[in-house]
């Protein structure tokens, strides 16, 4: 016990020396952009204060804008708010929401002086008709908005899509992971768009130990918009989902930072005296090991992962909008492993295997991202955007490791002392892992979109150029030797198996279009909207165009009950990638098509009153027929394809969620979805079995895709102490059913099995230090704090042991075991959180 409690202060000690020379760096300039940010902003007003109800309630996400302008900001959880406004002139502010009164407010305050409004908003009976149409627009569509200020008090490892893994349509088994499955995809299937700009993923990344953090930076969201499928032809070309993003564009100066085991991070936004400059800046740093030392394999974990992101907008007038994205995320992940014990099988037949390493895992993954946008709004009808960007990666990743094992039968007899202990040697053996695997690619992407929006039509179209060129070389095999034989065995020389070699250089170019038109019919009885859209898309590979239509229609009857219900169905083309167009002998199949899907979803919103609180059940009745699909393997993120259209599938389900304010003041949804997706392999058979051993029969037919989970439950949980709501606490639950693994060949045979159920529990407790609304005394130290938290987080709360994937090894007598490569166990985790 003592020497983990060792262990664990060393770790924590290397975090510390390891994070120490880029926490100076992002603290240093951090304390930079507030310096320029408080020059510029010297000049303004402040006005803060509490927005209730008559009963005294606090209202949450109440409006506050300042009149004529775009400078305003919401109520926190506590009804809380501070504004930045103008000084030394007249100004109107009014606030706001749905279901009360309006209120305005004149004030005329001198520069630095601070304005303290307490509003109490009375009911307003009498609903504007405007206001439903807007609340209806956004529940026509198939695309969920999430509340982003969740995704700063969801206690995650993986990173922002973290928010998405407890809703029904999206599956995960891995916490280290920000990638996930969206209705029996892969992560190759889904989108995500970054204020119009579509985000790329690392192409070599095959394990979540080397991923670092994901694109998005959360303190830098204004909205997320989800959809799981049924999309709208302005959301691109792949066939499971899209996740859309919008960065801030402040109207005032705040700032955050952030320390912890895991990490540190610092975001600074604000805008020009003139109003017209508005920036939007992020520094990231991370670290895992403190969590990769719970794993089984013990050693040297050294992953560090950095990142800058910025967006900066410029008014040049009204109608001219000009702006930049621009990120730098430098990864790097060594790890020298030393040995490893692992004990698996049942109780009536435990197995135990114990592994000796040599050799070390060296990988660097570079990516930056560069857009340029132009927004031009011609009218209050129609705007205009032209964006061009860039994307390039540079990965490397080389490794050596030599593994030596002992696999044993265990002595399972209670009440003996060596319960427990190796009794039987049945196995020993080698193997030895290589690659020098190198990859660099660049996608030069230019863009325009165009929207025209009149009353209850919205009309939007869009066209699109990519180039791309990726140069790969890689050098990757095993070899294997069990019980003194190598394996494959030849008489003359030592085989490796498991090889892919290769040296390529593609250049290729995509170009797509769209149009798509949304109408709002306002009947007496019933309110209906009707979306339909079609896309086009032409791939120079394989010399292939593609049309997608697509089609949405929603109805919101008049009845008692607030109810709308949805019907979208479309085609979706996923033209070949990369990692698609490579066939299993490492030639790329130029005669290859896009992976295509229909969709069709029926879904149902009900949003109603219950204890005076606000919920919302929705459900989604969905089903994909899916042909000239490209099979693929999963071995922990990394996927694998056959590199030809030889198959085809389905995926049906049904899933449900309900969400509000079980806790008053704050959100929380519970959710469940039943899904089944199986595809049927050209030449393939797999064997059916009447049990565990004795086959009767072959056959051709469908088997379970690598993403069926039939059944997917997650609740994401949110409370506080009623009488000192600065205590608050926040659960994740993830439940899901045994995913299929196989492993790919150009065998005839196809043979796969499952993983366990993937069971995980995070818990987060935070005390807040200091509030808004309550400053501190002159001459305190944190007087300068908007707000300040300290938070205990703990992960894998009941310490289960979750399977990722699994390490074959071979017996003296020719039987193979599976090792289950078990994911992270529980680690606390202390993060202190202030905001300027």
């Given at each position: 016990m003592f020497q983990n409690i060792k262990n664990s202060i060393q770790n924590i000690k290397q975090i510390h020396q390891n994070c120490s020379k880029y926490i100076n760096f992002i603290f240093l300039t951090f304390g930079m952009f507030i310096f320029l940010s408080g020059s510029l902003s010297a000049q303004n007003a402040k006005i803060r204060g509490v927005i209730t109800k008559t009963d005294q309630k606090p209202v949450s996400s109440a409006t506050i804008i300042e009149k004529d302008t775009k400078n305003g900001t919401l109520t926190n959880l506590f009804g809380n708010f501070e504004l930045s406004v103008p000084s030394n002139v007249d100004i109107t502010i009014i606030i706001s929401y749905l279901g009360f009164k309006t209120q305005e407010i004149q004030l005329h305050l001198k520069s630095g002086e601070i304005s303290q409004q307490n509003i109490i908003l009375e009911e307003d009976f009498t609903m504007l008709p405007s206001a439903e149409i807007v609340d209806h627009s956004e529940r026509f569509v198939p695309m969920v908005r999430l509340d982003p200020s969740i995704s700063m008090v969801i206690h995650s490892v993986g990173g922002f899509e973290d928010i998405l893994k407890s809703l029904p349509q999206v599956s995960s088994n891995n916490e280290l992971s920000s990638q996930y499955n969206v209705r029996g995809g892969n992560f190759d299937e889904n989108m995500v768009f970054v204020n119009d700009i579509e985000i790329f993923r690392p192409l070599l990344t095959r394990s979540g130990n080397q991923e670092g953090m994901s694109f998005i930076n959360s303190d830098m969201v204004s909205s997320v918009t989800f959809s799981a499928g049924g999309f709208e032809a302005k959301y691109g070309d792949k066939m499971s989902s899209v996740l859309d993003i919008k960065y801030k564009k402040p109207n005032e100066f705040g700032a955050t930072a952030y320390l912890s085991l895991l990490g540190a991070g610092a975001h600074v936004e604000g805008v020009s005296k003139n109003r017209r400059f508005h920036f939007n800046t992020g520094f990231r740093y991370k670290t895992t090991r403190y969590l990769l030392t719970s794993m089984d394999t013990k050693g040297s974990y050294d992953p560090n992962f950095l990142d800058f992101q910025t967006y900066m907008t410029y008014d040049l007038n009204e109608k001219i909008e000009f702006a930049f994205l621009g990120n730098i995320s430098n990864n790097s992940y060594k790890f020298i492993p030393e040995d490893r014990k692992t004990a698996f099988g049942t109780w009536q037949n435990p197995i135990g295997v114990s592994m000796y390493f040599e050799g070390q895992e060296i990988d660097k993954f570079r990516n930056s991202t560069v857009a340029f946008s132009t927004t031009w709004r011609l009218n209050k009808n129609l705007k205009q955007k032209f964006i061009?960007?860039?994307?390039?990666?540079?990965?490397?990743?080389?490794?050596?490791?030599?593994?030596?094992?002992?696999?044993?039968?265990?002595?399972?007899?209670?009440?003996?002392?060596?319960?427990?202990?190796?009794?039987?040697?049945?196995?020993?053996?080698?193997?030895?892992?290589?690659?020098?695997?190198?990859?660099?690619?660049?996608?030069?992407?230019?863009?325009?979109?165009?929207?025209?929006?009149?009353?209850?039509?919205?009309?939007?179209?869009?066209?699109?150029?990519?180039?791309?060129?990726?140069?790969?070389?890689?050098?990757?095999?095993?070899?294997?030797?069990?019980?003194?034989?190598?394996?494959?065995?030849?008489?003359?020389?030592?085989l490796v198996y498991d090889t892919d070699f290769g040296n390529i250089l593609l250049n290729q170019s995509q170009l797509n279009a769209y149009i798509q038109n949304s109408y709002i019919f306002d009947l007496k009885k019933n309110d209906i909207s009707l979306s339909g859209g079609v896309r086009f898309n032409y791939l120079s590979f394989n010399n292939e165009f593609l049309i997608s239509p697509r089609l949405t229609i929603a109805i919101k009857p008049e009845w008692e009950k607030n109810v709308v219900f949805r019907f979208s169905t479309g085609l979706y083309h996923q033209p070949p990638s990369f990692k698609e167009i490579r066939k299993l002998d490492g030639t790329l199949n130029d005669k290859i098509k896009a992976q295509s899907s229909v969709h069709a979803v029926l879904a149902t919103d009900i949003d109603f009153s219950l204890w005076d609180r606000q919920f919302k059940f929705s459900t989604e009745l969905f089903y994909k027929y899916l042909y000239n699909i490209n099979p693929y393997s999963v071995d922990n993120v990394r996927i694998k394809y056959y590199g030809e259209n030889i198959s085809k599938g389905y995926a049906a389900g049904i899933e449900a969620k309900i969400n509000g304010e079980f806790v008053k003041g704050t959100e929380s949804w519970f959710s469940i979805a039943l899904m089944n997706t199986q595809e049927k392999i050209e030449g393939k058979y797999h064997l059916i079995y009447n049990d565990k051993t004795n086959i009767i029969d072959t056959s051709y037919g469908y088997v379970p895709r690598p993403s069926d989970q039939l059944l997917n439950i997650g609740i994401f949980f949110q409370d506080y102490i009623p009488k000192n709501p600065t205590w608050q606490v926040n659960l994740t639950f993830l439940y899901g059913t045994p995913l299929p693994f196989s492993n790919l060949s150009e065998d005839e045979k196809f043979s796969f099995g499952r993983l366990r159920s993937y069971r995980r529990v995070d818990l987060g407790i935070s005390k807040q230090f200091v509030t808004p609304t309550k400053p501190l005394p002159k001459g305190n130290i944190f007087r300068k704090f908007k707000e300040l938290w300290v938070s205990l987080e703990i992960f894998n709360l009941l310490d289960i042991d979750n399977t990722i994937s699994y390490s074959w090894v071979t017996s003296t007598d020719g039987k193979q075991y599976g090792v289950p490569n078990y994911l992270t166990g529980r680690r606390f985790n202390l993060k202190i959180t202030a905001r300027f």
């Open positions: 061009a960007s860039w994307y390039n990666t540079s990965e490397k990743e080389t490794f050596d490791i030599l593994t030596e094992y002992n696999l044993n039968e265990l002595n399972n007899s209670i009440g003996e002392s060596n319960v427990g202990d190796s009794v039987v040697n049945i196995g020993v053996g080698t193997f030895l892992e290589h690659a020098r695997n190198n990859l660099s690619a660049n996608i030069f992407s230019v863009k325009y979109i165009g929207t025209f929006n009149k009353n209850n039509n919205n009309l939007e179209w869009g066209l699109q150029y990519n180039f791309e060129r990726l140069i790969y070389k890689i050098n990757e095999w095993n070899m294997i030797d069990s019980a003194g034989y190598s394996l494959p065995r030849s008489e003359n020389s030592v």
